[in-house]
């Protein structure tokens, strides 16, 4: 069965750091990952999507890598900015896009 | 806006009345995936539906709960004869297929709160 686990659960820094966002699934048969943001009481907003295939993908100041052997991702923010602040979720696509996903980590960003 | 629109965004219903979460996928996909978000837990799967077909309903609870995608119209999540631990936010989400190649697109959420 499928397990995905997020640290930090919880993460303050102030503004301008870079920052490093941990996802560690336990099988490793995965087809791609996700990284969401969420706001409180809002929806998902999907930030990047690594195919298995694939090592790293970059928008903006996201950057986010994808190691399937040791069933690992990191999700690098440059340059934190207190818009930044909200709950960022990883999820794995375990086939037929059904998505398992970790508790998340809740970040704050103090200007 | 071609995204996913959910209604309604927030549902009150007293224990025992049934609730019903609608769900519009963007427009040209045709799988849609619902997920529950418990107080203070993670996303879990409940159902994945193509037009007309339950292809995985193995998160769904066995009672109480059904999921519908018929051929015209919204996707509805139905639960009946509600108690408070069905309180939540349900997702829906879609994607065009469901090869692994496609993100999947979410909805704001129907926030259900049972008194």
């Known amino acids: 069965k499928q397990e995905v686990t997020q640290i930090p659960a919880a993460l303050s820094v102030p503004e301008g750091e870079n920052l490093v966002l941990n996802c560690s699934f336990t099988?490793?048969?995965?087809?791609?990952l996700q990284w969401f943001r969420q706001d409180p009481g809002k929806g998902l907003t999907s930030l990047l999507l690594i195919q298995s295939s694939q090592r790293e993908q970059t928008s903006g100041r996201l950057n986010a890598s994808l190691d399937k052997s040791s069933g690992r991702s990191t999700l690098y923010i440059a340059a934190s900015q207190p818009g930044d602040s909200a709950t960022y979720l990883c999820a794995v696509n375990t086939g037929f896009q059904k998505l398992v996903f970790g508790t998340g980590t809740r970040l704050l960003v103090s200007p | 806006n071609a995204g996913v629109m959910q209604n309604p965004r927030h549902l009150v219903r007293r224990r025992g009345q049934e609730a019903r979460l609608r769900c519009s996928p963007v427009k040209g996909h045709s799988h849609v995936y619902w997920y529950r978000q418990l107080p203070e837990e993670g996303l879990k799967f409940m159902v994945y539906l193509q037009k007309e077909n339950i292809i995985d309903e193995s998160g769904m609870p066995k009672e109480r709960f059904s999921a519908e995608f018929p051929k015209e119209g919204p996707s509805i999540l139905r639960i009946q004869q509600v108690v408070r631990g069905d309180s939540a936010a349900y997702f829906c989400?879609?994607?065009?297929?469901?090869?692994?190649?496609?993100?999947?697109?979410f909805g704001p959420g129907t926030r259900l709160t049972v008194t």
């Open positions: 099988d490793s048969a995965i087809y791609n």
């Open positions: 989400a879609s994607s065009p297929n469901d090869r692994g190649f496609y993100e999947q697109y």
